[in-house]
């Protein structure tokens, strides 16, 4: 799961936490059904990014449940 979820650091930090001042998201600690809800509106272009449309579009049903767990199970 950590490999999956390593794609995310680029921009959202290791662990889901921006560097501080960051405008993106912070990832770790929100409810697991908003980071699910997130990821499924990018994959399915009601949320338009021109990076997270195409990550997200790549990702399982399985796979954004993963994401989703992992980063609400991590601390703020």
Known sequence: MRALAA???QC???G??????????ELAGRKRE????RLEAF???RTRST???QLAHGYSDA???ALADY?????R
Do not use: Y
Not at 71 to 75: G, L, V, Y
């Open 51 to 53: 990076v997270m449309g």
């Open 71 to 75: 980063f609400a199970r991590q601390r």
């Open 12 to 14: 959202h930090g290791t």
């Open 34 to 37: 908003d980071l699910r809800g």
């Open 16 to 25: 889901g936490r921006p560097a501080p001042g960051s405008k993106l998201p």
């Open 43 to 45: 994959k399915e272009g």
């Open 63 to 65: 796979e954004i449940d």
């Open 7 to 9: 794609n995310c650091a």
